[in-house]
């Protein structure tokens, strides 16, 4: 099973994200699909606010099955990237990240004309 979703660059986008991920249940244990959908959030979320897009422009979800027991989230964007996250985060920002590592088995970045941000997690 594969997700592929264009999301406009603004505020619904991680409603829209979430959303995608419907299309899961059922194939996800309740408990790991709760952890899916904040894992994905949180990167829609940091594309959108850190990726200096705008207006008509777009992150790219997608969400992939690599086996029976594992799922690889990637999203995608033409920004510049995210700010350096050895910062302290403060009461409202910054804790986005620390989640994702929390969550995933793996998670990382990757910069080549796009950044990507994946994570990778078992779904047992």
């Not at 986008?13 to 899916?36: I, K, N």
């Not at 994905?40 to 979320?45: A, D, G, K, P």
Request: glycine share 10%; proline share 5%; charged share 25%.
């Amino acid at each position: 099973m594969e997700i592929v979703r264009t999301l406009p660059v603004g505020p619904t986008a991680p409603s829209e994200a979430r959303h995608s991920l419907l299309a899961l249940e059922g194939a996800v244990a309740s408990d790991r699909l709760d952890d899916l959908v904040l894992v994905v959030s949180e990167l829609v979320t940091n594309a959108v606010t850190h990726s200096g897009l705008r207006g008509a422009e777009s992150v790219i979800l997608k969400v992939r099955m690599l086996s029976g027991s594992r799922i690889r989230v990637e999203v995608e964007d033409a920004g510049g990237g995210f700010p350096d996250v050895t910062t302290p985060p403060t009461d409202q920002h910054g804790r986005g990240l620390a989640i994702v590592a929390r969550l995933a088995d793996r998670w990382g970045t990757e910069r080549n004309g796009q950044t990507r941000v994946w994570a990778e997690m078992t779904l047992r």
